[in-house]
């Protein structure tokens, strides 16, 4: 089974540059993840979604972040304009319903100078 | 939001078991407990989930207290490829919040040859 697919790995913007990251979750999986990772730290939520519709965004910054999932499958994540503290690694997961667990990705790797 | 307390870093020999403790003294009825496992340069690893009672997969086991007030994983036979970052998580039910995920800081296991 193929896992949680994402592109790109790694990424260098300057500020004030925009930046978007795709997701492929698992075939199958009606819930998606963004994470934003920073160094040293746990990944925190940005965003959930169940299908195509958003389930949290409360830890999004919505001036500058933005993200969607059209058809329910693939989901995209963009930054404009950038900042230097946007600096992190940004994961994607997904998961069936329920309390089961969330698969994820390798993570984009985004720097920020 | 349920907090779990986890010790910053263990030390384990190759092919020893390993018992990492997590205390969730806030626990609600309804919070699931999960571990993640977090590899350097990759994205977490579910490993294990439980409501009530002990857990076994292929990864790991999952001990949890009677009053759920902590849990134990078991790695059975720890590898050098177990040296990672461990997540111990409190999910709520998928309608609270849509079961979100909050990472803490974690322990950091190394494992010697």
């Known amino acids: 089974e193929a896992g949680v697919a994402q592109s790109p790995r790694y990424k260098i913007i300057e500020k004030r540059q925009s930046v978007a990251f795709w997701c492929n979750p698992i075939?199958?999986?009606?819930?998606l993840y963004w994470y934003q990772q920073i160094l040293g730290q746990g990944p925190k939520l940005l965003i959930q979604?169940?299908?195509?519709?958003?389930?949290?965004d409360s830890q999004l910054p919505k001036d500058r972040f933005s993200a969607e999932r059209l058809k329910g499958v693939d989901s995209t994540l963009k930054i404009q304009p950038a900042k230097l503290e946007d600096s992190a690694v940004y994961l994607c997961?997904?998961?069936?319903?329920?309390?089961?667990?969330?698969?994820f990705g390798p993570g984009t790797r985004l720097t920020v100078t | 939001d349920a907090k779990t307390t986890q010790p910053n870093s263990m030390e384990s020999n190759e092919e020893e078991p390993v018992h990492l403790p997590c205390n969730h003294s806030t626990i609600s009825g309804t919070d699931y407990i999960h571990w993640y496992r977090q590899l350097p340069s990759q994205g977490p690893e579910y490993v294990i989930h439980?409501?009530?009672s002990n857990v076994n997969n292929r990864m790991a086991s999952l001990a949890i207290a009677e009053d759920r007030k902590s849990s134990t994983l078991i790695l059975h036979r720890a590898t050098l490829r177990d040296a990672a970052v461990y997540y111990c998580i409190l999910r709520p039910p998928y309608y609270n919040q849509g079961g979100k995920l909050i990472f803490g800081q974690g322990t950091e296991l190394s494992v010697k040859p």
């Open positions: 979604f169940q299908n195509n519709g958003v389930v949290d």
């Open positions: 997961a997904s998961s069936l319903e329920g309390a089961s667990g969330q698969y």
């Open positions: 075939s199958g999986h009606a819930t």
């Open positions: 439980g409501l009530t």
